[in-house]
């Protein structure tokens, strides 16, 4: 049996940023990280698109919490006291200069997720904190003074315990054994799965700005929209999927979007193209893109309105103007399922957020025992947000653990 002052459950994000925090907080407690897997930081290695996203440039918690679908209300304070910025200088303080895209992506210099698991592994090195990996969590006790963790491999005891394992069925279903409640977990950030030939055509073209609306929902978003081989993606899709994750679920992913390509309502539309009617009479209107829509997608939208290809403005009917304004205001498109967004696989659901205190994140059941990261029932959009909750998580637990 090893003895530990703190055991940290999960080689991920979140639980070498909050073992790192604690060495350096206090380096005279002996810290371990157990991962069940022969690889840690895993995540960390595809993230991003092996770019590794670290954060978002948000700098106001007010307005940083509001990319949350769910734990917009926990993170308020813990983003009071570590947040964007202070993960950026965290970073740039060991020597891993940052950069801000034009998105407000927040990325290495270097544009290698390599550079973050180099700068945790040379970290964790520097304060002595043990890394055991193929230890894959059987049990968690309380014991009079602390917490026993029996793994595949061995027994250990800790005086304070941190479970960082994100998304993980097996460690939910420990937690309830030992009496928290959990969450039903969904996918969220995902793509949707659409068969249409007018969209199967032009794959990789991206309308700017768009509006979407579930139909049959209050679920709707805005922002760019990428046509994919298998249907659309882009962030106006995936914030869709982030805040509808579980309603979406409830439908089986089958359901009916309704598209805006222009942000315009059908009357002013409609009035638009009968001026453009007159203006451009002798026009092929195939060949004369409007409202900056992408050329491919402004064919097929007019082939889908049932107008001929070589039809001039001068022309076109009242009837085929109509169709015309109807697939650019409000085009419906059947969704038949979801594809998993490159890869990274977030879910809703999780560790309910009532039994945790977010000014130190240990349990509101069990004293000694402490959350970050996605095990807990929080979810961000696409953009560095769930790393960001992971770090804030894993600080503010540091804090706390560290003393």
Not at 175 to 196: C, E, M, Q, R, Y
Request: proline share 3%.
């Amino acid at each position: 049996m090893e003895k530990f002052d703190i055991i940290i459950v999960g080689g991920g994000a979140a639980g070498f940023f909050a073992a790192i925090n604690i060495a350096q907080m206090n380096p005279n407690l002996s810290v371990v990280i157990l991962e069940r897997g022969n690889a840690v930081l895993s995540k960390v290695k595809i993230s991003g698109g092996g770019r590794c996203n670290v954060t978002h440039a948000e700098f106001i918690p007010n307005e940083l919490v509001t990319y949350y679908p769910r734990g917009e209300k926990e993170l308020k304070g813990p983003f009071h006291s570590f947040m964007t910025g202070d993960t950026m200088a965290w970073f740039e303080e060991r020597g891993i200069p940052l950069k801000i895209e034009e998105d407000g992506r927040v990325f290495p210099v270097s544009n290698s997720s390599q550079t973050i698991i180099d700068c945790f592994l040379k970290e964790t090195n520097k304060f002595g904190i043990e890394i055991k990996k193929n230890h894959s969590v059987r049990s968690i006790n309380q014991l009079t003074d602390g917490w026993q963790v029996d793994t595949t491999k061995a027994v250990f005891e800790c005086n304070k315990l941190l479970v960082a394992t994100g998304s993980n069925p097996k460690i939910w279903n420990v937690l309830k054994t030992l009496g928290h409640t959990i969450v039903p977990a969904v996918p969220s950030l995902f793509t949707f799965n659409i068969n249409d030939t007018h969209l199967k055509s032009i794959p990789g073209v991206v309308a700017q700005n768009v509006h979407i609306q579930v139909l049959g929902t209050n679920l709707s978003s805005e922002g760019p929209l990428l046509v994919t081989h298998s249907g659309l993606s882009a962030p106006a899709i995936l914030k869709l999927s982030a805040y509808g994750a579980i309603e979406l679920a409830k439908l089986n992913y089958k359901f009916k979007i309704q598209i805006n390509f222009i942000q315009q309502d059908s009357a002013s539309c409609l009035q638009f193209l009968g001026n453009q009617k007159l203006e451009s009479a002798k026009k092929i209107i195939r060949k004369t893109p409007l409202f900056s829509i992408p050329k491919r997608l402004w064919e097929q939208l007019v082939e889908a309105s049932k107008i001929e290809q070589n039809l001039r403005w001068a022309e076109v009917t009242k009837i085929q103007l109509q169709e015309l304004v109807k697939q650019l205001t409000s085009a419906v498109f059947e969704v038949d399922g979801k594809s998993t967004f490159k890869e990274e696989f977030v879910t809703a659901g999780g560790l309910d957020l009532k039994e945790i205190n977010f000014k130190t994140y240990e349990s509101k059941h069990f004293k000694n025992l402490f959350f970050a990261g996605e095990i807990l029932n929080i979810d961000g959009v696409t953009g560095g947000f769930n790393f960001q909750n992971a770090w804030t998580g894993a600080y503010i637990a540091a804090q706390e653990l560290s003393k």
